[in-house]
T-cell receptor, first 109, second 117 residues
């Protein structure tokens, strides 16, 4: 069964303390791996698309990477405004995305 | 542009009642979809559409109906509400019908919080 697993479920960081979030996926037939950010009471907001192992994408303090088994979202020197739930999703065909349960990130000043 | 607009934002139903969650997008997107989000379960796909007149089932379609008569609108109908349908519902759209391989970028609405008593 195609699935996406994220860890940890929750992460508390001090402002400036870099860390990584993990997303592991069913290897066979992956077409794309995607990262979203979701603020409380809001819909998810798209961050990155990764298509092949070795690919990297960056946006401000966030960098997403993809290996043959998993993806990482690296957060460098986070700020309180980076606090949110980060979701990853995978596609195995053209028209469906399968989402993980998310990592809730809290960054304290 | 308003993006993806969902109504209502909040709704309380009694078991057995029916209702429609509305979703409209003004971006001329081909692809539209409905997800439900429950604690510990993540976002699960209910139904989706790759264009007007075309709909298909997602992971959890039972108890829900959809139709896509126009490009802009994609309503979700609950036929006979059950407490298990208490959830937050999100409508999402994408400019490409091949969202899984072309972009992965879904534009989400703000969500509709439904409680079934």
């Amino acid at each position: 069964e195609d699935q996406v697993t994220q860890s940890p479920e929750a992460l508390r960081l001090q402002e400036g303390e870099s860390s990584s979030l993990n997303c592991s996926y069913t290897v066979s037939g992956l077409r794309g791996l995607f990262w979203y950010r979701q603020d409380p009471g809001k819909g998810p907001e798209f961050l990155f698309t990764l298509y092949s192992a070795g690919e990297e994408k960056e946006k401000e303090r966030l960098k997403a990477t993809l290996t043959k088994k998993e993806s990482f979202l690296h957060i460098t020197a986070p700020k309180p405004e980076d606090s949110a739930t980060y979701l990853c999703a995978a596609s195995y065909n053209t028209d469906k995305l399968i989402f993980g349960t998310g990592t809730r990130l809290q960054v304290f000043p | 542009n308003a993006g993806v607009t969902q109504t209502p934002k909040f709704q309380v139903l009694k078991t057995g009642q029916s209702m429609t969650l509305q979703c409209a997008q003004d971006m001329n997107h081909e692809y539209m979809s409905w997800y439900r989000q429950d604690p510990g379960m993540g976002l699960r796909l209910i139904h989706y559409s790759v264009g007007a007149g075309i709909t298909d089932q997602g992971e959890v379609p039972n108890g829900y109906n959809v139709s896509r008569s126009t490009t802009e609108d994609f309503p979700l109908r609950l036929l006979s509400a059950a407490p298990s349908q208490t959830s937050v519902y999100f409508c999402a759209s994408s400019y490409s019908s091949k969202v899984g391989v072309r972009t992965g970028e879904l534009f989400f609405g703000e969500g509709s919080r439904l409680t079934v008593l």
